[in-house]
Structure formats: C-alpha cells, structure tokens
Nanobody, 124 residues
C-alpha cells in the first residue's frame, strides 16, 4: 500500500509560480513511477506530468512543457510539481498518483494509487 498526500495548492496570479508536493508513505516509494493529474470543474481528469522511479525519465502534457517541472526526492519520499508561468487554464484540482508503470500514468488508466487532491486557482 502507498498513501499519497498533496499540498501546496492555492491562489496565484497569472504568470506566477507555485510548487505542489506529494508525500508518499511507503518504503516502496522509490519503486513507483509518480504522476500528476488535474481536473477542472465540468471537465474530465487529465494527465499533466509523470516521472519514472529513478527520476531519469519524465513525461508532460504538451500544454505544460517548458512551464512545469516534475521531480522527486526519494530521501524525503516526496514528488514535486514546480509550476511556472501559470495561466488561468491551469486552474484545477491537482492529484498525485503512483503506479509501478510510468506508461499507465501517461495513459491515465488502471492507476494503483491516488491522493486526495489540492486546489490550484490562477487568477487573470
């Protein structure tokens, strides 16, 4: 079992930055690929970014490339999403996810573990 808890959401002005954190519980954290998803009101949940268990491979939704950076710190059992140049369209609840297979995170299907989400609101 892996437990995930997101934090760092809040209200930010367009063009600003925010860093989300996802704290994982298990010693097996380092064996899981990690990802971030988001869901806006009235919209389906969508993939944002993923990182391999080693941290050597990352994947991003096209619209966030160059603005968002996913990283992980195994010593702290934490994965991060650094969000820069935020836009109003980034407003959503952001969810952390974990799965042994990075491709499952990218596909957004049959993912093993989810966090509860943290709200990100970007004002114009």
């Amino acid at each position: 079992q892996v437990q995930l808890v997101e934090s760092g959401g809040g209200l930010v002005q367009a063009g600003g930055s925010l860093r989300l954190s996802c704290a994982a519980s298990g010693r097996s954290f380092s064996t899981y690929a990690m990802g971030w998803f988001r869901q806006a009101p009235g919209k389906e949940r969508e993939f944002v970014a993923a990182i391999s268990w080693s941290g050597g491979s990352t994947s991003y939704k096209n619209s966030v490339k160059g603005r968002f950076t996913i990283s992980r710190d195994s010593a702290k059992n934490t994965v991060y999403l650094q969000m820069n140049s935020l836009k109003p369209e980034d407003t959503a609840v952001y969810f952390c996810a974990a799965d042994p297979q990075q491709r499952k995170l990218v596909a957004g299907t049959e993912i093993d573990y989810w966090g509860q989400g943290t709200q990100v609101t970007v004002s114009s």
